[in-house]
């Protein structure tokens, strides 16, 4: 008998997710440095080989980038308007969309970020990919070109986006991200 490729994507999310889970737990007890690909897979049941069949490295199991999908539902938050107001309304309202198990979720993996010197400096290229993923995709979401400012723009925000997540995290989730990330984005008023 066959499975179904609606039973094959079940079973891949579902490993996805046990790797993510098993690693998180192993980098919140050990620390991100001290813990091997080996241990992670160990930890979710599954082969070195699998583990690198869903995350390209431990990095990339961190430090997860956003797909199309994402992207699309951040800006349906504010389809329309100049890029700095969109970027600015959309993002705290998608943090305030957060479930409060995805929220804790976030908080450790920002917590193991934020205590990682190398994936603390690692945010900022996965913030530049973002951003460039954001610039390529907005002018089909809206239907306009974007221009060199408005690529600036995005790059400023999820700059400012970073550095209230990584404040988060610092005050272990005493405060809300939407506040940290909303006083990030009140300093770029200013230019």
């Known amino acids: ?51 690198y069949a869903h995350y390209a490295s431990k990095e990339h199991l961190i430090m997860q980038l956003p797909t199309a999908d994402d992207i699309a539902a951040l800006f349906a938050f504010h389809p329309t308007g100049p890029v700095a107001e969109r970027v600015r309304r959309s993002m705290p309202m998608w943090l305030a969309s957060w479930t409060p198990e995805f929220r804790e979720a976030q908080l450790v993996r920002w917590r193991i970020i934020a205590a990682t010197p190398s994936l603390r400096t690692g945010a900022a290229t996965f913030e530049r990919i973002t951003a460039e993923m954001i610039t390529a ?55």
Do not use: C
């Open 1 to 51: 008998m066959t499975e179904t490729p609606d039973w094959r994507a079940r079973r891949w999310a579902a490993t996805h997710q046990r790797i993510y889970d098993g690693a998180l737990d192993l980098f919140a007890e050990h620390g991100f440095d001290a813990v091997s690909v080996g241990q992670i897979a160990r930890a979710a049941g599954v082969s070195v080989p699998t583990f």
């Open 137 to 191: 995709a907005l002018p089909e979401l809206s239907g306009t070109a974007l221009t060199a400012r408005d690529a600036v723009v995005v790059n400023a925000y999820l700059s400012a986006y970073t550095a209230g997540l990584l404040a988060w995290a610092d005050g272990n989730g005493e405060r809300k991200p939407e506040e940290l990330i909303e006083e990030a984005f009140d300093a770029l008023q200013g230019f």
